[in-house]
Nanobody
Framework: VQLQASGGGLVQPGGSLRVSCAAS????????IGWFRQAPGKTRMGVSC???????LYTDSVKGRFTISRDNAKNTVYLQMNSLKPEDTAVYYC???????????????WGQGTQVTVSS
């Protein structure tokens, strides 16, 4: 089971970015997939998740700005991030677990992080 996160970069405040989580060794729709982020000096926190049944959750700070989606044909989960703010700056990780949710303890497999920097 492997997860590959990609798509991070530098973007100006108010801009958009889409990060991707590609899976190999398993089919994504058989797991809940979560996006987490860790800002410098802070603990990792859940941002969004999509469960096996398609249920979606967002943490309050990204509601209305971020959208999670799953492309089963590409075995990839995306996190579209709009209206980005400097406080969104973090390393973003994707993870897979049978239960899903926004708590990292529910996840068994983790991808490497991708850096998202929001700055002018």
């Amino acid at each position: 089971v492997q997860l590959q996160a990609s798509g991070g970069g530098l973007v100006q405040p108010g801009g958009s970015l889409r990060v991707s989580c590609a899976a190999s060794g398993f089919t994504l729709d058989s797991y809940g997939i979560g996006w987490f982020r860790q800002a410098p000096g802070k603990t990792r926190m859940g941002v969004s998740c999509i469960d096996r049944d398609g249920s979606i959750l967002y943490t309050d700070s990204v509601k209305g700005r971020f959208t999670i989606s799953r492309d089963n044909a590409k075995n990839t989960v995306y996190l579209q991030m709009n209206s980005l703010k400097p406080e969104d700056t973090a390393v973003y990780y994707c993870a897979a677990g049978l239960l899903g949710g926004l708590h990292e303890g529910e996840y068994d497999y983790w991808g490497q992080g991708t850096q998202v920097t929001v700055s002018s």
